[in-house]
T-cell receptor, first 115, second 113 residues
Framework: AQSVTQLGSHVSVSEGALVLLRCNYS??????LFWYVQYPNQGLQLLLK??????LVKGINGFEAEFKKSETSFHLTKPSAHMSDAAEYFC?????????????FGGGTRVLVKP | EPEVTQTPSHQVTQMGQEVILRCVPI?????FYWYRQILGQKVEFLVS????????KSEIFDDQFSVERPDGSNFTLKIRSTKLEDSAMYFC???????????FGNGTRLTVT
């Protein structure tokens, strides 16, 4: 079985400051890992994914995440926060079987960006 | 870019009534999913569907729930007799090759009164 823990349900950052969202996972097999973003009243949009290639993954909107097997982590960062980054962010781990790609989500981290 | 579309965006129903939530997955995708998010809680897996049958379902997906792909384009979730605790945002998703990311719709907010 796999699970995902996101530290901090709410994060507040100043515009221009570093955004760091923490994600730790557990998985019995090598994981596929994802970050999704949810803007108000919208669905889940893929930010980036790790699928066993490069450990540093670049995504959309200037976000990146680093897979660290020794720490079972996949933290999401962005060097400089923008007001438009205010949203809820979900880390997810995937267990790929022959008949589907089942995602297990973390609890989400809501990001507030202060001017 | 192709999108997963869900209708309606909001649905209010009375306890005990049947509801059908509709989804149009991306046209060349083969795998289809329903997830739900109860207010303030995690996004939870409900069911996956491939090759015209359920491939996996969670313990949440009991006999009150069913899925169908009636016409090759729509993918529906039916709740036969809604309960108050079924109130949630329901997300449809689809994916193409097996290890490709899921694409999610904007969700249907179901409120059971």
């Amino acid at each position: 079985a796999q699970s995902v823990t996101q530290l901090g349900s709410h994060v507040s950052v100043s515009e221009g400051a570093l955004v760091l969202l923490r994600c730790n996972y557990s998985s019995s097999v090598p994981p596929y890992l994802f970050w999704y973003v949810q803007y108000p009243n919208q669905g889940l949009q893929l930010l980036l994914k790790y699928t066993s290639a490069a450990t540093l993954v670049k995504g959309i909107n200037g976000f990146e995440a680093e897979f660290k097997k020794s720490e079972t982590s996949f933290h999401l960062t962005k060097p400089s926060a923008h007001m438009s980054d205010a949203a809820e962010y979900f880390c997810a781990v995937s267990l790929i079987k022959a008949a589907g790609n089942k995602l297990t989500f973390g609890g989400g981290t809501r990001v507030l960006v202060k001017p | 870019e192709p999108e997963v579309t869900q209708t309606p965006s909001h649905q209010v129903t009375q306890m005990g009534q049947e509801v059908i939530l509709r989804c149009v997955p991306i046209s060349n995708h083969l795998y289809f999913y329903w997830y739900r998010q109860i207010l303030g809680q995690k996004v939870e897996f409900l069911v996956s569907f491939y090759n015209n049958e359920i491939s996996e379902k969670s313990e949440i997906f009991d006999d009150q729930f069913s899925v169908e792909r009636p016409d090759g384009s729509n993918f529906t979730l039916k709740i036969r007799s809604t309960k108050l605790e079924d109130s949630a945002m329901y997300f449809c998703a689809s994916s193409a090759p097996l290890n490709s990311p899921l694409h999610f719709g904007n969700g249907t907010r179901l409120t059971v009164t």
